[in-house]
């Protein structure tokens, strides 16, 4: 099938992971897509490549259009290998010679990924490069995700060329934000969670900077999935508030059990927190991916983790939850732990430990029951429920 035109003389030639459900720790249920674009202009330009067991695929797509050898110079907005990985063979086929613009942190980091001698172009925040009719502008986004991503803007025709902001691992035969809708917002929650989050602050500052900028957006193109065409406002109105990280009246459980007693705990929590009038998740941290519990993490504003205590330590999962969280910087938290335990009972301290290292505010010391909860132990988590539920709708909205 011939690559999808996505405005005059720009297409379209990335390719779609349909069966990726594994994304470097991320589950992606519904696969993803790598994005890569062709302008034909008087220099035929290139912007980012795809994974490299994709690369005979995007120079399939890139041959339907034109012949790869007359590409004059390629992008390269984001060095992550899902975007790069095809460029060793990219610059074989249309020429090592050929020039290669990039962030200058993007130069050193496709050197250090690949140690290829290529024409590096390292270009300016703000830079402009004229290709015949058009003219594409860099805009650094330093750590948004990684040191050396970058935006490129087609400013005659309003394009915004986002590489992984904005996106969602999303693989589908829609290829544009009106062609589906809510589910692709969820997808784009979820990116934003597990992918964005850490750089919530610097994310409102770049909004802050495109809206000075006046940059207008016909089209936003990101790297992975759909095309925001019909609404790119939209898109980015919810970045700004997940960036914000206004929470919701919303509380999640985020537990694991051996014998359920736990789970019993756990169940108590979420009932009591149901009869303050407060949205409730619970979270089986093996019924749920870290990366879906991370979406609902996102706009609550409790978060209740509960652990069997193993071996002295923590239930395994509960410890990679509670990585993982961490190093995506979570804001605006309130939070508790709970757990069940045969005779040491480490995990409740440990997890309230943990909480606190990230900047959680503690509302309760945590509830410990031996073995089995009785209904003394259940009226506990009932009353560790209804506290954080009072907490979260007592709680002021950051500033
Ligand atoms: Fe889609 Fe940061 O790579």
Redesign the pocket.
Known sequence: MKPLEIAKGIFDVGVTDWNIRDFHGYSTDMGTS?NAFLILDDKITLIDTVKKEFADQLLHNISQIVDPARIDMVISN?T????SGALPRVMHKIGEDKPLYCSKMGQKNLSLHFSQKWNYQAVENGETLPIGKRTLQFLETRML??PD?MFTYLAEDKILFS??AF?QHYAGPEKFDDQLDAQIMHQAKKYYAN?LLLYAAKTLKLLEKVTELKLEFKMICP??GILWRKDPARIIKAYAEWSAQKPGRKAVVIYDTMWQSTEKMADAVVQGIKEQGVEVKPLHLRRNHRSDIMTEVLDAKAVVVGSPTLNNCLFPTISDFLTYMKGLKPRHKIAAAFGSYGWSGEAVKMISTELEAMDFALVDPGVRIQYVPDQAGIDACLALGRKIGAAVSAAETPA
Not at 80 to 83: F, L
Request: overall charge negative; glycine content about 6%; cysteine-free.
């Open positions: 790598y984001h992550e290998m899902d975007h995700h990684w991503s590489s992984d996106g992918i790297d992975h």
